[in-house]
């Protein structure tokens, strides 16, 4: 395959960054989409220019380290895959290709398309767990979980915390990351506790660091790799209103 | 390669008696920190994934001042958060006949009688406690409909002791982890530095003082002290290139402590993982696993004709090899990992294997498909097939899986004592990067227990044992000073290179060498061939790498070039390792060491020890025996025929 | 794999972030509940759900229309008439134009500052034309149909309630009014109107179903069902408030 790759370049921080076309050819269809950079990037070290600097960890999907916005869709267009695992055969031969890093304020660009998540975490640090000290922990069957609650609980909690969610979000908002932490310990009898308070603090965390509003556009839910469904948001939301009516 | 053998290591602090008692014994035993005295304590933590984060979380929970490390832009990101199966514990919630001396006794004869017994003991014993606190922390495991933790047999278990969050347990253990670790570091008790490497350790007066980092963002060379430092950095498994590791996992951090003093026990013992994806071209970057559990319905074939181009549906069952179901009838598809996997290699290397360069046997549902109907097989495996189609754009619903064996976890390490303490005071090493509970072989579901073992209840109750004696004063800067002149003049030469290769190409090179002369199957021959040949790439590397930008500002090139000038070294110890180690067992075969049925054979009059190898300024390597006893579990030679 | 690279001239260009150490702490101090995005939207959802039950009543009234002129006009006296003598002439009906007003000005405030925080947490555009990826369209013109909507009630009022702009003028019969302003000749009124409603259930079909999830109502069972009260309700609305001018403009009520 031959593409012609439009790729946003960013020396550092400080850079005004802009867009670099790059045609790539003989490129296999079996390679994933990060193998044909890492090949792209193998050529530019030979020639002595600086190679694309990119997020990337797993390679399997798991990590949530790694993430473009391809052709104006977060991960791109195949659906509850992260960029890692996605496969040039899903491309056309000769198709033009825009490779940007996630837009949002609160994920700064380091370099190119790596980003800095570091307000993910310090969503997590304002409420995101349970507070149990090691070995203090009552035997694991002492408080029996409804097979349903746990199966949501789950399905809430296998967030990535890629940023995607971010990313498409035509506000910028982190709801669906925010709530997909808030609605996991939500469900469980173990989250009960600081269920409240997690939610406001999360939240209120959330806003500080700059991310938009959510509009219920469910942008984030369709490039979710893991497909969080939208009602985390409405758990989150409910939360928040009696955390505040408390 | 030359090496010399010293002196044996006969004390390992494991308490004395009982072997159910050792632990308690220990516990009680190990001095406590008066809690205003935490407070003046510092420790470092390298890694962030279940053994570091944990045990990152547990320290400050207990009042320590932590400085918790990583390379990745996030704790959360560590490659334990991979792991797909799920999390051994002697619950016994089946009364299937499970208890604490039964997970301790798989465990021993899975690692092929090359683990201690006291450590492995109080894995088991510990093993339990994990659950409980997982569980309190929300990590959401699979449940019945009674509202209780559900578990499976795994890894050819016979007692259901796996508790599983679907194909993501890592995931959820790892979170449960990071939570925890984000709440100490809210707290102020940990403080956090993400995309930060180690590139050498602090020594300073005989004790582990400290380390020196390199902010990846900036290219600053930092230097942080501390009355301990912790190595969490996982396992080398990358020294192969290819592996189911995540792409940053190095040795670095290791090798450095390795070369400041602490002996490398084991580099040799390589788990090979049968049931992975076929590496599809050149290009390929990194290999993925499919859960094991595949096996359970699955059947693996190869053609019986050599060459046999035709599609896998046109070859009739006659002329069809379910090669595991011929040579092992009583456990057919579902033998260890490191016997399916060389099975999988003898066949391709008879000519017979399938998909791209003969490397991959078909892992087939048809019978499944037709025996249980397509919709149970796709309740029980379709996330598995799916993600199989997204990687090879084939259906395993209509074409059989192709797989083939991959490395997969390292059970060598830096050598630890019962305390999880290197022979380097101070230095404390957990989880995969150190050499401890799983001797030649791992079993399934055993990494995880270890990583939270580690680093929710062993060390920080043994560490404290030593910090008892501290805060150990000012750091000798002359110390510092070589720590961080080693450091700076590795990336100036680094730099300074600018030859015709790649990092990527040296590393590709290298991980081919090691895995077709110490890989699944090795000879004196082939560890020769290799130990010869590393030498020569090594010299190459250092002629002929080009790392281009600066190193004062994000470089990944830089950050691998560091890498893989480790990898060398260490490719190096593992081959000698393995040379050395003339006998077959778990993970590592020597081809020369086999019974009549071609199975491994262990030698456990000559090698019933660890082999701790010390880093000597000369570069020859001084071998120390730490001999290996067992009271409680019989040696015995696995079968699975 | 070859490789040639071109520099993209005029392509879109982030803005120059200060250095670390003097940038401005980003992290700002949490206020109260109407400062937070989570309250914004509350404050929309609750707004909302009392401009839509006004939009009942306003469609209730509209379709009396059909009932005669004399029935309208005696519907449109009641409003002003209703809760007198106890209290004065009017009292309801300015009680209810106070909260709607209020509401309008809430809603509002509320969708402007929240658009004003999205557009801050995303100062640099994509290059790529962003592609929807989630099911729906109207979810993207809420800020859009939201300003339609408000262009269309100013006029809505100077032709209807004002007279201002209606041939019948202020001193008419709400009947007379709204008969003439949807006259057959002024079929672009009409049309304006519809292309208004539909707006106006768009804006509905997104804003009733989004009420019930800002207010944390909606959860995995109930979903499918308030999309389905989402739906209807708004197609309640577009066809209650579309009959009286298509009547009106074909001739069946006259």
């Given at each position: 395959m031959n593409l012609t790759l439009k790729v946003w370049r960013q020396s550092g921080p400080k850079d005004r960054g802009r867009m670099v076309t790059y045609r790539v050819e003989d490129v296999s269809p079996d390679m994933s989409f990060l193998e044909m950079l890492d090949v792209l990037n193998e050529r530019l070290i030979l020639e002595g220019d600086d190679p694309i600097a990119f997020d990337h960890d797993c390679r399997e999907g798991i990590c949530g380290m790694c993430g473009m916005v391809i052709n104006g869709v977060a991960h791109g267009e195949q659906v509850a895959t992260t960029t890692c695992q996605l496969h040039m055969r899903h491309f056309e031969d000769g198709a033009t290709i825009t490779i940007e890093p996630w837009r949002a304020a609160p994920f700064p660009v380091i370099k190119d398309l790596v980003v800095d998540r570091s307000s993910f975490d310090r969503i997590i640090q304002a409420g995101g767990f349970v507070s149990v000290p090691a070995g203090s922990a009552p035997d694991a069957h002492s408080v029996p979980v409804r097979k349903e609650d746990a199966d949501a609980a789950f399905d809430a909690a296998t967030c990535i915390g890629c940023g995607a969610c971010v990313a498409a979000c035509p506000n910028g908002s982190a709801s669906l990351f925010t709530a997909a932490k808030i609605t996991h310990l939500s469900l469980l009898p173990q989250g009960q506790p600081e269920r409240l308070s997690r939610a406001k603090a999360m939240v209120d965390q959330m806003d500080a660091e700059g991310f938009g509003g959510c509009t219920n556009t469910g942008e984030c839910t369709a490039v979710c790799p893991k497909g969080i469904p939208l009602d985390t948001i409405a758990q989150m939301n409910s939360d928040y209103l009696k955390a505040n009516a408390k | 390669m030359n090496f010399v053998e010293g002196a044996e290591i006969r004390d390992t602090k494991a308490p004395a008696g009982p072997i159910e008692e050792r632990w308690e014994k220990r516990k009680f035993g190990a001095r406590l920190v008066n809690p205003a005295n935490k407070r003046k304590l510092d420790v470092i933590v390298v890694g962030t994934g279940l053994a570091g984060g944990s045990a990152a979380a547990t320290l400050g929970e207990l009042g320590y001042n932590v400085k918790s490390f990583c390379y990745q832009d996030s704790p959360r990101r560590a490659h334990s958060i991979a792991a797909q199966g799920g999390i051994n514990a002697a619950k016994n919630y089946r009364g299937d006949g499970d208890s604490i001396y039964r997970l301790f006794y798989d465990t021993v004869k899975g690692g092929d009688f090359r683990a201690r017994e006291s450590n492995v003991y109080r894995l088991a014993e510990v093993s339990v406690n994990i659950i409980d606190q997982a569980v309190a922390q929300g990590v959401p495991f699979a449940r019945e409909y009674g509202g209780l933790l559900d578990t499976r047999s795994f890894g050819g278990a016979q007692v259901s002791r796996t508790f599983y969050a679907r194909g993501q347990?890592?995931?959820?253990?790892?979170?449960?982890?990071?939570?925890?670790?984000?709440?100490?570091?809210?707290?102020?008790?940990?403080?956090?530095?993400?995309?930060?490497?180690?590139?050498?350790l602090i020594v300073s007066d005989g004790r582990a003082r400290g380390v020196i980092v390199r902010d990846m963002v900036t290219g600053d060379i930092e230097r942080h002290f501390a009355d301990a430092v912790v190595l969490a950095t996982g396992g080398y498994g990358n020294v192969f290139y290819l592996s189911t590791n995540a792409k940053g996992c190095n040795t670095t951090a290791i090798w450095r402590a390795h070369e400041r003093?602490?002996?490398?026990?084991?580099?040799?013992?390589?788990?090979?993982?049968?049931?992975?994806?076929?590496?599809?071209?050149?290009?390929?970057?990194?290999?993925?696993?499919?859960?094991?559990?595949?096996?359970?319905?699955?059947?693996?074939?190869?053609?019986?004709?050599?060459?046999?181009?035709?599609?896998?549906?046109?070859?009739?069952?006659?002329?069809?090899?379910?090669?595991?179901?011929r040579i092992y009838p009583a456990f057919g598809n579902l033998v260890p990992r490191d016997i399916a996997s060389r099975a999988a290699k003898n066949v391709c290397d008879e000519g017979r294997g399938v998909g791209p360069g003969g490397l991959g046997v078909y892992l087939d549902f048809r019978d499944a498909i037709g025996r249980l109907g397509r919709d149970a097989v796709e309740k029980k495996y379709g996330n598995l097939f799916e993600m199989y189609e997204r990687i090879t754009g084939e259906n395993p619903y209509e074409t059989p899986m192709r797989i083939y064996p991959a490395v997969h976890y390292t059970m060598g390490g830096l050598w630890v004592d019962y305390d999880l303490q290197s022979t380097v005071p101070g230095l404390f090493v957990i989880g995969e990067a150190n050499f401890s509970d799983h001797g030649a072989n791992r079993l399934g579901a055993s990494a995880l227990m270890q990583g939270l073992a580690d680093g929710y209840f062993v060390l920080p109750t043994t560490i404290g044992d030593y910090l008892a004696d501290g805060p150990f004063g000012d750091v000798d800067e002359e110390a510092v000073a070589a720590a961080e002149v080693a450091v700076r003049t590795k990336i100036d030469r680094l730099m300074s290179v600018n030859g015709t290769r790649t990092p990527d190409s040296f590393h590709r090179e290298l991980g081919k060498l090691m895995w077709d002369y110490?890989?699944?199957?090795?000879?004196?021959?082939?560890?020769?061939?290799?130990?010869?040949?590393?030498p020569e790439l090594r010299q190459e590397f250092w002629e002929n790498v080009k790392v281009t930008g600066v190193a004062e500002e994000l470089n990944q090139t830089l950050e691998k070039a560091g890498r893989v000038a480790d990898f060398f070294d260490l490719a190096e110890l593992m081959c000698l390792d393995a040379l050395v180690r003339s006998e077959s067992c778990g993970g590592h075969f020597r081809a020369e060491s086999q019974d009549s049925d071609g199975e491994a054979l262990r030698d456990d009059e000559n090698f019933a020890h660890v082999s701790a190898w010390e880093h000597s300024p000369d570069g020859t390597p001084v071998l120390h025996k730490e001999p290996l006893e067992y009271e409680y579990v019989k040696m015995s030679q696995r079968s699975y025929k | 794999m070859n490789v040639t690279a071109t520099i993209e001239r005029g392509a879109a260009t982030a803005p120059v972030i200060p250095p670390k150490g003097e940038e401005k702490p980003r992290a700002k101090r949490p206020g109260g509940f109407l400062t937070s995005s989570n309250g914004k939207k509350a404050v929309m959802a609750v707004t909302g759900a009392v401009m839509v039950l006004f939009l009942v009543g306003h469609m209730l009234g509209n379709l009396k229309i059909f009932a005669g002129r004399d029935s309208f006009d005696e519907y449109a006296l009641a409003l002003r008439t209703l809760l007198e003598p106890i209290a004065p002439y009017r009292t309801l009906l300015t009680l209810v134009e106070i909260v709607l007003v209020v509401s309008v000005v809430l809603h509002m405030w509320a969708a402007i500052s929240l658009s004003r925080r999205a557009a801050a947490a995303r100062p640099v555009k994509y290059a790529a034309r962003k592609k929807s990826q989630a099911k729906g369209y109207a979810t993207h013109i809420m800020r859009f149909g939201g300003i339609t909507i408000a262009l269309f009630v100013v006029w809505h009022l100077l032709d209807l309630t004002f007279g201002v702009v209606n041939p019948k003028g202020f001193d008419s019969?709400?009947?007379?009014?709204?008969?003439?302003?949807?006259?057959?000749?002024?079929?672009y009124v009409t049309l304006l109107y519809i292309v208004a409603v539909a707006m106006v259930g768009l804006h509905l079909r997104h804003g009733i179903w989004s009420a019930f999830q800002t207010l944390g109502v909606a959860n995995r069972d109930r979903n499918r069902a308030l999309r389905a009260v989402a739906g209807l309700g708004s197609a309640v609305l577009v066809i209650g408030f579309l009959a009286p001018p298509l009547a009106i403009t074909f001739g069946v009520v006259q």
């Open positions: - | 347990t890592g995931q959820q253990l790892l979170l449960g982890a990071y939570q925890a670790l984000e709440r100490q570091i809210a707290a102020g008790t940990v403080e956090m530095f993400t995309r930060h490497e180690m590139l050498d003093g602490a002996y490398f026990a084991n580099p040799c013992y390589t788990q090979i993982h049968p049931t992975c994806i076929p590496v599809s071209g050149d290009h390929q970057s990194k290999l993925t696993l499919m859960s094991e559990s595949l096996r359970n319905d699955g059947r693996v074939w190869v053609p019986l004709r050599k060459n046999d181009s035709r599609a896998p549906g046109d070859i009739p069952d006659a002329e069809r090899d379910y090669y595991l179901e110490c890989g699944m199957d090795r000879t004196e021959e082939s560890l020769r061939k290799a130990l010869e040949r590393i | 019969s709400p009947a007379d009014r709204m008969i003439a302003g949807f006259d057959p000749s002024r079929w």
